[in-house]
């Protein structure tokens, strides 16, 4: 998989209540643990994923406070807020990303 790295400034995640619970029950990834990923951590990373424009999804790289290091992909909603769509842990093909940026 090719990615973009970019910067986009996300303050805010935006959760609907079954991307909760299947992130939770298929990934075991809980909505901490994202958010930590993308807040807690200064070395996350946010590369361009798929779509254009207004469906277009971006792909967070981050680590929790217990070094739990996790894909997020989220949607851009402008104004700093990202749709939660999954999240799950990184393959090892993305942790060498993260750890090369």
Do not use: Q
Not at 18 to 43: M, P, S, T
Not at 51 to 80: A, D, P
Request: charged share 35%; aromatic share 8%.
């Amino acid at each position: 998989m090719s990615y973009n790295t970019i910067y986009l400034k996300i303050v805010e995640l935006v959760w609907e209540e079954w991307h909760i619970e299947h992130i939770a029950a298929r990934h075991n990834v809980k909505r901490g643990e994202a958010e930590e990923a993308c807040f807690e951590d200064e070395n996350a990373r946010v590369l361009r994923g798929k779509g254009r424009r207004e469906g277009m999804l971006y792909y967070v790289l981050g680590k929790t406070l217990r070094g739990r290091c996790l894909f997020i992909v989220v949607k851009h909603l402008g104004k700093g807020k990202a749709k939660v769509i999954t999240a799950r842990d990184m393959n090892p093909s993305e942790k060498r990303r993260y750890n090369i940026l």
